[in-house]
């Protein structure tokens, strides 16, 4: 069925097909899903590190860091520990993408190709924020996933605590972005 705020669910919900890449990229969280599913990419060779992003977060107060919470899972799930990247310092997500950044030309990793791990409502500005920080050229894949509170592209405008998630993304990405359009236009 089609709906007139449909250019609302194509901008903020993004997803891609999936090739293999160089990295898995997953931003900061308290939410498990997003780590199982690098997990299982990394399992099926899809790429051979997993940097996961965050900083401490209340939500999780038995973890130092969204990082250690991150790691700790990925380890559980079979993923071996030196192949998790650190970084447990990015406190939002254009932290997550220039400190990812950092850790990947600390690392001499060459990335031409990403994964982009990220919650559905969160994946339009992530891959923004992302391709606006890293090199232009690299391309990005998004495996997008619902979270707990089950939020998609499918669903999103059934309850208003959902729209008030998803129309508070249309306005963070506005706001992420308005200042760096001309910057984004030479890169």
């Known amino acids: 069925m089609s709906y ?6 194509d901008l903020v919900f993004v997803k891609t097909k999936v090739q293999p890449a160089d990295i898995i990229l997953v ?3 308290s939410e498990a899903q997003s780590m199982e599913m690098a997990a299982r990419l990394y399992k099926q060779r899809l790429a051979p590190f997993i940097l ?3 900083s401490y977060n209340p939500r999780i107060p038995e973890y130092s860091s969204e990082w250690d919470f991150l ?3 990925g380890v559980k799930l079979g993923v071996p520990e030196d192949r998790i990247l650190k970084e447990h310092q990015a406190r939002n997500t254009f932290e997550n993408a ?3 950044w950092g850790v990947i030309k600390e690392n001499e990793i060459p ?3 990403a994964i982009l791990v990220c919650k559905e409502y969160h994946s339009r500005r992530a891959l923004l924020t992302y391709q606006s920080v890293f090199p232009k050229g690299v391309e990005f894949f998004v495996v997008s996933i619902p979270g707990k509170i089950d939020l998609s592209k499918d ?4 309850d208003e605590d959902k729209i008030k998630i998803v129309m508070g993304e249309v306005v963070k990405i506005g706001d992420y972005f308005k200042s760096l359009i001309n910057n984004l ?3």
């Open 4 to 9: 007139p705020f449909d250019c609302i669910s």
């Open 27 to 29: 931003p900061g969280s």
């Open 52 to 54: 996961p992003s965050g």
């Open 71 to 73: 790691k700790s899972l």
């Open 98 to 100: 220039e400190f990812s």
């Open 111 to 113: 990335v031409k190709k």
């Open 155 to 158: 669903n999103w405008f059934l």
């Open 185 to 187: 236009q030479e890169k």
